[in-house]
């Protein structure tokens, strides 16, 4: 079989998996659930991936890779004004809330049946989301040194602060029935306190 047909199929298979996850959770699926969902035999997905917890955690890796990409061409150094900071902060949580609503499925693993599943694994989760932190970091960093900020704000700090409430609107929105809503009000609320709280003075 030649790499590009392994790779089709291993796609194929994340896929499923990514399916039968979302539906019934990481502990009530088995092997035989994501084999049958693409009628493949059970034997068959152990070419692929070694257990459950292999095929979960390269799940991970992808929405993780998802969400970098979402973010990869916004450069933290762009903006110059409170002005452009503000139009690039909401242009990032459009692209993080678009990636989210284009498939819940990606939402419900990754926030619900990721926890507590196995260490190595929450350890991967970790290092992703602190260099989320960092990237946000670097957005503070660029508009205290630019002076559009305040000066006296804790940028680690306050990073991990921002990203908590993003990570938190789209918990929100994949409960709501009101998804697009409950995205605009997050993000709109989001720029506003980052506006208003962090601000440099312009006195």
Request: charged share 30%.
């Amino acid at each position: 079989m030649t790499d590009e047909r392994v790779a089709e199929r291993r796609t194929q298979i994340l896929s499923a998996a990514l399916d039968v996850f979302a539906e019934k959770g990481y502990h009530s699926t088995k092997i035989s659930d994501i084999a049958e969902k693409l009628n493949m035999g059970h034997g068959t997905f152990y070419r692929y991936f070694k257990n459950k917890l292999d095929i979960f955690s390269s799940v991970i890796d992808e929405i993780i890779i998802g969400i970098k990409e979402a973010l990869g061409d916004e450069d933290p150094e762009r903006s110059n004004t409170i002005e452009e900071y503000q139009e690039q902060i909401q242009r990032i949580g459009d692209r993080l809330f678009d990636f989210f609503m284009k498939d819940n499925r990606l939402g419900q693993v990754i926030f619900y049946e990721n926890l507590r599943i196995d260490p190595e694994l929450h350890k991967k989760t970790n290092n992703a989301i602190e260099q989320i932190n960092e990237f946000t970091k670097q957005y503070l960093i660029n508009g205290v040194k630019k002076k559009f900020l305040n000066q006296h704000i804790d940028t680690t700090i306050l990073a991990k602060a921002i990203n908590s409430m993003i990570f938190a609107s789209i918990k929100d929105f994949l409960e709501s029935e009101k998804s697009e809503e409950i995205c605009q009000r997050w993000t709109d609320t989001i720029a506003l306190l980052q506006m208003k709280g962090i601000a440099a003075s312009s006195k």
